[in-house]
């Protein structure tokens, strides 16, 4: 089984869909996540981190599931700018804080 | 405030040429990290820097040498270049291991 693992997609949706992209771990002492955004030949950038059961931040949540060991993200009301992939990264704090990172799931936004 | 910067963006070398890839952050972050990423792939950690004069090898070392000069910059070098390192390669930094990384622009390496 692979550290994490992304549906790659693509995740094709109409603009005001919400949609809802899952990652597996297979590290069950991982603690902390983080989910990027990464824009066509652009490098990551932050979107959420998620510590405790979950996080919201706008139309965006971020979910854990411990025990089944899977983070989710949620969007709603897509935009056309969400348009990109998105990286789910889990820190195996038990191998000295080294992150992972899924290849990412790929989101186009159609008007 | 720049961020993490990275030269150059792209790079177009010959099999068995040399470079270095050059990254500085200004952010006074304590840990660097050089990654690769290839289609289909999650990024992977090629080597890490805690802080100045310490380095450590990550998933995917073979090929690379790494020298953290002082705490903004962290450089990467590939003594002999081979087509299997053609790839995107970022660097990121951190306050510590752990924490959220933030990204350089990423240099686009082609070796032929």
């Known amino acids: 089984r692979k550290e994490v693992e992304q549906d790659p997609g693509p995740f094709n949706v109409p603009e005001g869909a919400t949609v809802a992209f899952n990652c597996t771990y297979s590290n069950s002492a991982s603690q902390s996540f983080f989910w990027y955004r990464q824009d066509c030949r652009k490098e990551p950038k932050l979107l959420m981190s998620?510590?405790?059961s979950g996080n919201e931040d706008g139309r965006f949540t971020a979910q854990l599931n411990r025990a089944s060991q899977y983070i989710s993200l949620l969007i709603r009301d897509s935009k056309l700018s969400d348009s990109a992939t998105y990286l789910c990264v889990v820190n195996m704090e038990d191998n000295n804080n080294d992150m992972r990172f899924g290849a990412g799931t790929r989101l186009t936004v159609k008007p | 405030n720049a961020g993490v910067t990275q030269t150059p963006k792209f790079q177009v070398l010959k099999t068995g040429q040399s470079m270095t890839l050059q990254c500085a952050q200004d952010?006074?972050?304590?840990?660097m990290y050089w990654y690769r990423q290839d289609p289909g792939m999650g990024l992977r950690l090629i080597y890490y820097?805690?802080?100045?004069?310490?380095?450590d090898k990550g998933e995917v070392p073979n090929g690379y040498n790494v020298s953290r000069l002082n705490k903004r910059e962290f450089s990467l070098r590939l003594e002999s270049a081979a087509p299997s390192q053609t790839s995107v390669y970022f660097c990121a930094s951190s306050e510590w291991r752990g924490n959220e990384q933030f990204f350089g622009p990423g240099t686009r390496l082609t070796v032929l």
């Open positions: 820097s805690a802080s100045e004069g310490t380095t």
């Open positions: 998620v510590y405790s």
């Open positions: 952010m006074n972050h304590n840990s």
